[in-house]
């Protein structure tokens, strides 16, 4: 049972590069979601999908974009990396107002 | 908006009982969670409460006070890999997290 599965887990880009950060789910969940997390900061919400074909900003959406390709999948893209997006990056899903399930985490690196 | 408020850091001793806790502000509530993350790991969903009370799951517990919008994570019985960060989580139009709890433990 694979969870909530992220690629990659480690990643340098540099100034300017564009990547996507791919998340996928095996739980049937409705909701998924993007978090980045910085030391002292906490997890922010960047974006997140309620159910297929939705989307909605979190507290920390600039710079990124995301999609909800299917029940399963949901992508985050970084048009022009910024050192500023130095993170490590989690994905969730999980059902309605209870529990979310986390992948293992993208750290990224911008140099 | 939403926002919530927990300690930085909390230190105690293994044996011993410990409690975190969680003030929150949001325009809209359904319930307050908390999660665990080691170091170098994801978060771990450890509890959730959506009505006032106390949820006792093993050595953890955690209680609700949506009139005071507080809640608080116990831990008891402490163990040295309960040494990790714990974050208070709520759900209102969206779920947003805590800085989170840094809890040390002392032999």
């Known amino acids: 049972n694979a969870g909530v599965t992220q690629t990659p887990k480690f990643q340098v880009l540099k100034t300017g590069q564009s990547m996507t950060l791919q998340c996928a789910q095996d739980?049937?969940?409705?909701?998924m979601y993007w978090y980045r997390q910085d030391p002292g900061m906490g997890l922010r919400l960047i974006y997140y999908?309620?159910?297929?074909?939705?989307?909605d900003k979190g507290e920390v959406p600039n710079g990124y974009n995301v999609s909800r390709l299917n029940k399963r999948e949901f992508s985050l893209r970084l048009e022009s990396a910024a050192p500023s997006q130095t993170s490590v990056y989690f994905c969730?899903?999980?059902?309605?107002?209870?529990?979310?399930?986390f992948g293992q985490g993208t750290r990224l690196t911008v140099v | 908006g939403q926002s919530l408020e927990q300690p930085s850091e909390v230190t105690a001793v293994e044996g011993a009982i410990v409690q975190i806790n969680c003030t929150y502000q949001?325009?809209?509530?359904?319930?307050l969670s908390w999660y665990q993350q080691h170091d170098g790991g994801a978060p771990t969903f450890l509890s959730y409460?959506?009505?006032?009370g106390l949820e006792e799951t093993g050595r953890f517990s955690s209680f609700l006070s949506r009139s005071d919008s507080y809640g608080y994570l116990l831990l008891q019985e402490l163990q040295m890999k309960d040494s990790a960060s714990y974050f208070c989580?709520?759900?209102?139009?969206?779920?947003?997290f805590g800085k989170g709890t840094r809890l040390h433990i002392l032999p």
């Open positions: 969730a899903s999980g059902v309605m107002n209870t529990e979310a399930f």
């Open positions: 739980m049937n969940h409705n909701s």
């Open positions: 999908s309620a159910s297929e074909g939705t989307t």
């Open positions: 949001t325009s809209g509530f359904y319930g």
């Open positions: 409460n959506a009505l006032d």
């Open positions: 989580a709520v759900r209102g139009d969206k779920i947003i």
